[in-house]
């Protein structure tokens, strides 16, 4: 596999510790602002910085609740907006046609890892 990671990484958590449909927060790396967010859907794993392009604020209201009720959208808890969380899209909301920032990351040994400065 080639390395697309080629400076310091970050662990964020196993793959299998995402529940599948589900997301996991993570906080800002030291010296940042923005936390993460990383989204699974079976093998799929999609990683956000945690700021709605609205006007940049995290997107969970309580540690690791960003998901809609149904489980389809990651949901802005500021004023609502819907993100698809396989591509970051805002599908509906003031920031409609926006994209979530998607993080580059790798998967080692089961262990997703992004660049250090994921999230400054
Ligand atoms: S801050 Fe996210 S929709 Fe306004």
Known sequence: METIISTEARALCRVEEIADGGTVGFPPAPGGFSGLVAYRKGEDVKVFVNSCPHIGTP??????????RD??????????AAFAPLTGECLLGPCKGDYLDVVKFEIRDGVIHVPASAGL
């Open 59 to 68: 997107l969970d209201w309580m540690p690791d609740q960003f998901m809609s």
């Open 71 to 80: 489980g389809k959208y990651i949901i802005c808890a500021t004023h609502g």
